[in-house]
T-cell receptor, first 112, second 114 residues
Framework: ETGVTQTPRHLVMGMTNKKSLKCEQHLGHNAMYWYKQSAKKPLELMFVYSLEERVENNSVPSRFSPECPNSSHLFLHLHTLQPEDSALYLC???????????FGQGTRLTVV | AQSVTQLGSHVSVSEGALVLLRCNYSSSVPPYLFWYVQYPNQGLQLLLKYTTGATLVKGINGFEAEFKKSETSFHLTKPSAHMSDAAEYFCAVSFSSNTGKLIFGQGTTLQVKP
């Protein structure tokens, strides 16, 4: 398998649930990212990891908790989300920070 | 502040017509510039990029873009639109390799009419 893979593709969760999004990259890249894409809004960068170290957190609420156990895997742990958190969550990776990013197909999250 | 602006949230062209999607950026340092395409319920796919060197860059699917420093622009063009080009297009910029921040424009939805 090549590229950036995200699972699940679709997720419906209640506001009291805990769930996790998974991202795996098979490109040997050193940086990984989480983006949020909401309707009629620009792509929002949430977190940046470089060599498994979090280097940026764009004022994301604590109900979103990222984890990068190694350079190939990135998780986004979700807890007590709000309906306005419903969006497409995109994972991406790049060889180095600031170079072109390669995106996964996203997880369509619906919070009910 | 560094930013990216895509002029026109929706562009409609006829099949076979020229496609022109506009992107302007503001920055005091040399940028890296990118165009991405997104089909419904999919991730973003890189169309082309400019880092250094030749200012006219060619990408996939017959698209090209030209970096014009004096106009702070990086407009995307394709001579002849195809129905399969209908999608959302994003311009993005980063300003140095040690920040990791790709800043995206708001996106332009391209409609191709038969």
């Amino acid at each position: 398998e090549t590229g950036v893979t995200q699972t699940p593709r679709h997720l419906v969760m209640g506001m009291t649930n805990k769930k996790s999004l998974k991202c795996e990259q098979h490109l040997g890249h050193n940086a990984m990212y989480w983006y949020k894409q909401s309707a009629k809004k620009p792509l929002e960068l949430m977190f940046v990891y470089s060599l498994e170290e979090r280097v940026e957190n764009n004022s994301v609420p604590s109900r979103f908790s990222p984890e990068c156990p190694n350079s190939s895997h990135l998780f986004l742990h979700l807890h007590t989300l709000q309906p306005e958190d419903s969006a497409l969550y995109l994972c991406a990776s790049s060889q180095e920070r600031g170079l072109e990013a390669f995106f996964g197909q996203g997880t369509r999250l619906t919070v009910v | 502040a560094q930013s990216v602006t895509q002029l026109g949230s929706h562009v409609s062209v006829s099949e076979g017509a020229l496609v022109l999607l506009r992107c302007n950026y503001s920055s005091s340092v040399p940028p890296y510039l990118f165009w991405y395409v997104q089909y419904p319920n999919q991730g973003l796919q890189l169309l082309l990029k400019y880092t250094t060197g030749a200012t006219l860059v060619k990408g996939i699917n017959g698209f090209e873009a030209e970096f014009k420093k004096s106009e702070t622009s990086f407009h995307l063009t394709k001579p002849s639109a195809h129905m399969s080009d209908a999608a959302e297009y994003f311009c993005a910029v980063s300003f140095s390799s040690n920040t990791g921040k790709l800043i995206f424009g708001q996106g332009t939805t391209l409609q191709v009419k038969p």
